[in-house]
T-cell receptor, first 111, second 112 residues
């Protein structure tokens, strides 16, 4: 099973809200990733977790807070977002350093 | 800094044509290169992964080649079908680290 699941599929939030995105994989992969993708642009890496430890933070603003509670789960906590943060947020996992498997994404709209 | 370029940016072909998508990268110190497909508003589907020591990989109607020394990869699609219409992205992984660097993609439309 090469599936990465993400919830919710769509999320609309105000600038004062707090929300979380969830990602799950059961492939035994020990690397998990968050990407942000704006329309008609390629994905941009935000964070990488390796063996449940944050290994890469691509200078992402602190209003995005990642969390890896266990080897199968990855969360992205959102707080005080701006309208320009509206995008498709993609989660991926890999058995480093091999093929990355992507989830379907969460479409986020910040009002 | 690694930069990845994909040519052409968009391609429209009639059904049944064989086609080639191009990907070039500036730093040849890569660990592997991956080709993805993305349908509008959806996640990425991995098509092929080529390790730096390999020259090509094949899956069904798809064939990807890699010339690491010249910084180029091509994705060949045989006998294209309307269902192949999507954005195709290539991404390279550095020799050290987990980061993928993506090209901007080629938007493919196959007309029936």
């Amino acid at each position: 099973d090469t599936e990465v699941t993400q919830t919710p599929k769509h999320l609309v939030m105000g600038m004062t809200n707090k929300k979380s995105l969830k990602c799950e994989q059961h492939m035994g992969h020990r690397a998990m990733y968050w990407y942000k993708q704006k329309a008609k642009k390629p994905p941009e890496l935000m964070f990488v977790y390796s063996y449940e430890k944050l290994s890469i933070n691509e200078s992402v603003p602190s209003r995005f807070s990642p969390e890896c509670p266990n080897s199968s789960l990855l969360n992205l906590h959102l707080h005080a977002l701006q309208p320009e943060d509206s995008a498709l947020y993609l989660c991926a996992s890999s058995q480093r350093p091999n093929t990355q498997y992507f989830g379907p994404g969460t479409r986020l709209t910040v009002l | 800094k690694q930069e990845v370029t994909q040519i052409p940016a968009a391609l429209s072909v009639p059904e049944g044509e064989n086609l080639v998508l191009n990907c070039s990268f500036t730093d040849s110190a890569i660990y592997n290169l991956q080709w993805f497909r993305q349908d509008p508003g959806k996640g990425l589907t991995s098509l092929l992964l080529i390790q730096s020591s390999q020259r090509e990989q094949t899956s069904g109607r798809l064939n990807a080649s890699l010339d690491k020394s010249s910084g180029r990869s091509t994705l060949y699609i045989a006998a294209s079908q309307p269902g192949d219409s999507a954005t195709y992205l290539c991404a390279v992984r550095r020799e050290y680290g987990n980061k993928l660097v993506f090209g901007a993609g080629t938007i493919l439309r196959v007309k029936s």
